[in-house]
Nanobody
Framework: VQLQAFGGGLVQAGGSLRLSCAAS????????MGWFRQAPGKEREFVVA????????YYSNSVKGRFTVSRDNAKNTVYLQMNSLKPEDTATYYC??????????????WGQGTQVTVSS
């Protein structure tokens, strides 16, 4: 599976961005998808995960109520709508394919990452 994440950029605090992750190579709809992020000097952390059907989602407490994940299996794409962005959301965001989990080791394929920078 190849994953391509895009949609990052520079935004002011309180603003919004929508990230997309396009998958190719295998049957996308069979897999859960996750978004993780990594800030400089910090470990990669879980953001959100969505089941293969889209019916089950898990959010980290830090983004709950502000971020929304969705997927379109017909387009092999998962989306992350990020609202009310905060400077602490600044990180490189990665999408991944694997098992529905907050654990990075349960994801088999990773995208290259897209940078999100939130200015105060």
């Amino acid at each position: 599976v190849q994953l391509q994440a895009f949609g990052g950029g520079l935004v002011q605090a309180g603003g919004s961005l929508r990230l997309s992750c396009a998958a190719s190579g295998r049957t996308f709809s069979n897999y859960a998808m996750g978004w993780f992020r990594q800030a400089p000097g910090k470990e990669r952390e879980f953001v959100v995960a969505i089941s293969w059907s889209g019916e089950t989602t898990y959010y980290s407490n830090s983004v709950k109520g502000r971020f929304t994940v969705s997927r379109d299996n017909a387009k092999n794409t998962v989306y992350l709508q990020m609202n009310s962005l905060k400077p602490e959301d600044t990180a490189t965001y990665y999408c991944a394919v694997g098992r529905l989990s907050f654990r990075t080791d349960l994801y088999d394929y990773w995208g290259q990452g897209t940078q999100v920078t939130v200015s105060s």
